[in-house]
């Protein structure tokens, strides 16, 4: 009997990390894949954000959540695919669906935008979604860090991109950054940047002149869906 009471106790300290009002919302407000801050969170919860971190921070401790700096601001996600499994099995249960993301970012710079000297938006993230279904991109060593298999070295060098030349750059190659906007990865380093870099000599992408927007062209548009094998209508 010791032994399933010892490992009934880590489950119990989930379990209350999950009931409490005020976290669960926060829970169930990540389910949909999307990142958000403590300033957002505390929101949802209905709480002051003094005690969002007190509350995240405990969502931390038991493996519940993840944050993610960007810049001055930090992301809040969940975990992995097994707290997702958990909450939804529990959303089964309690028959009440999770609410959806709405985002209030300008149409133009939600579509596609410049973040650095890459590519953000709705636009990369569905890239960068799609080179990792391909198995174009597969994770690397360190956090978020990306490796390019041989399929996806074939892949990026079709599109025009020196990997070689991406290689030599003194920074990350390839790594997932997290979109402010979707609050979704998009992908980011050398060769992130070497991909905005052809989309734009190809005139697929250009720059809009008054801000950091970039506007996908008619043929963007085609060569994108065709070479990436998205459906016709995953580009906005």
């Known amino acids: ?104 970012t300008p149409p133009r710079l939600r579509a596609a935008r410049t973040c650095y000297d890459h590519m953000a938006g709705a636009v990369a993230v569905t890239l960068h979604a799609r080179c990792l279904e391909q198995s174009w991109l597969t994770a690397g060593p360190g956090q978020d860090d990306y490796e390019i298999t041989a399929a996806g070295m074939r892949f990026f060098t079709a599109l025009g991109i020196d990997l070689d030349a991406a290689r030599d750059q003194r920074r990350r190659f390839a790594c997932a950054c997290l979109d402010w906007s979707e609050r979704k990865p998009h992908l980011a380093g050398a060769l992130g940047a070497a991909l905005l870099k052809v989309l734009l000599k190809k005139r697929w992408l250009t720059r809009d002149l008054d801000s950091r927007a970039l506007r996908l062209s008619m043929s963007g548009r085609r060569e994108l869906i065709a070479r990436f094998g998205l459906a016709s209508g995953a580009l906005p």
């Not at 003094?50 to 995240?56: G, I, M």
């Not at 921070?57 to 958990?86: D, F, I, M, N, W």
């Open 1 to 104: 009997m010791k032994s399933d009471a010892a490992g009934a106790s880590p489950v119990s300290h989930i379990a209350a990390a999950i009931a409490e009002p005020a976290r669960t919302r926060m829970l169930y407000c990540l389910m949909d894949g999307h990142a958000r801050t403590s300033t957002e969170l505390a929101a949802v919860a209905e709480v002051s954000p003094s005690t969002a971190s007190v509350h995240l921070k405990r969502l931390q401790e038991q493996r519940l959540v993840r944050v993610t700096p960007q810049g001055r601001y930090h992301y809040y996600s969940l975990q992995g695919p097994s707290v997702a499994a958990a909450l939804e099995a529990l959303t089964v249960l309690a028959g009440t669906p999770p609410a959806r993301f709405e985002p209030n």
